[in-house]
């Protein structure tokens, strides 16, 4: 059963703790919070149990970071250590981030506006009050 994650000598971890090991959430607490509104698939299935274990072979699928993220578990990790060490234990499988032009039309809604366009900042409204104050 190599790779399915539920062989011998396979050491699973807790799903909130692998996202903080990972770096992938700052917090435990958080990781809890996240897991429970149903935004953590484990390999295609919606699990809200923040105590559901993962392990080598297992495939996340996150909706965080206001995008999709899909990760394949290589290492559930033992302590939470630098960034290099958190990028070992998973393999990223996302797909890649759309260029602006592709974003869906909710994204494409939003209104863009030019520089210098909208209301003045601090620094032109005091400009604009010294020109006053000249004259």
């Known amino acids: 059963m190599a790779g ?18 990972s770096r992938a959430i700052k917090s435990r607490t958080l990781a809890q919070k996240i897991i429970e509104t149903g935004a953590i698939r484990v390999n295609s299935e919606k699990t809200i149990d923040s105590d559901h274990k993962v392990g ?9 970071h206001n995008r999709i993220v899909v990760w394949k578990i290589l290492d ?41 366009a909208g209301r003045p900042t601090k620094r032109e409204r005091r400009e604009t009050d010294r020109l006053k104050d000249d004259e």
């Open 4 to 21: 399915t994650g539920t062989g011998p000598g396979i050491r699973k971890e807790r799903l909130d703790k692998f996202l903080f090991f």
């Open 56 to 64: 080598a072979g297992d495939v996340l699928t996150m909706a965080i």
């Open 76 to 116: 559930a990790g033992t302590r939470r250590g630098p960034a290099s060490e958190a990028q070992g234990l998973y393999e990223d499988l996302s797909p890649p981030v759309l260029p602006k032009a592709e974003r869906s039309p909710y994204e494409a809604a939003i209104a863009q506006r030019d520089d210098g």
